[in-house]
Structures are given as C-alpha cells and as structure tokens.
C-alpha cells in the first residue's frame, strides 16, 4: 500500500514510548502532589487498568502520527535539497509550454535560480569597501 510506504517505524516507536512514560509519570506525580484535587483512581485496579489502556491506546496513536510526520518531514527536505541542485529546472522543463532551448523563460519560472549575470568579484569588491 502506497499510504504505508517509506515509514520508520523504529523511530516513532522510541519517541512514543518516551512520551508514554513521561505522561504516566507527569500523571502519577501529579497524583501523589495533589490527591484532593488531580484524582486519578490508581488506588484500585480498575482505575491502573484503565489507565494503562489509555496509555496503550496513546502510545499506537503517537507512533502513527509520528511516522506520517517524519515522513512528510523528510519528503519535504528532500523536495527542497532537489530544488537547490537544479532538479526543479529538470521538472520545469519537463512541462508543456516550458520554453524550449532559445526562447525565454517567464520572470516567474526563474524565481529560485541561480542568476548568471552577477559577478562574485564585483558582490565582494562592495562588501570590503
């Protein structure tokens, strides 16, 4: 299945079980600090069972989550790193309606190159100065 593909499951494994165990802590600690008023129901078993089954349930959630994330993350970087070699002038020429080889290309289609009419020596002549 193309939705499931490329995902790394090892990682957003190890992130949602980090986050598991600080929300079961930040809820104990909360529990111990203030019983009146954060009441949690760890004194019976009932109330340990439902909370590890919301812990469990969370922990599958975030993992997902995270591994779509981190995926669009990494799809995103990559697009951008192949935009930065020159690629996207590859995909641009690809189009129909690009300009062909001597035609010029609208102001539009350019944004993001690099220019071939500035000089380096000339850009640092100014900065010394």
Known sequence: MKLFED?????????AAFLVAFWLLALYILNVSFPETFVLGLDSTAGVISMLVNAVLF???????TAFTERSKKRRAAAIRAQRKGE?????????????????AEPG??????????????????RRR
């Open 59 to 65: 922990f599958f959630f975030f993992a997902v989550f």
């Open 88 to 104: 996207a002038g590859a995909r641009v020429k690809d189009k129909p309606g690009a300009p062909e080889d001597g035609e010029e």
């Open 7 to 15: 995902l790394e499951w090892g990682p957003a494994f190890k992130r």
């Open 109 to 126: 289609e350019l944004r993001g190159r690099h220019n071939p009419n500035t000089s380096r020596k000339k850009a640092a002549r100014r």
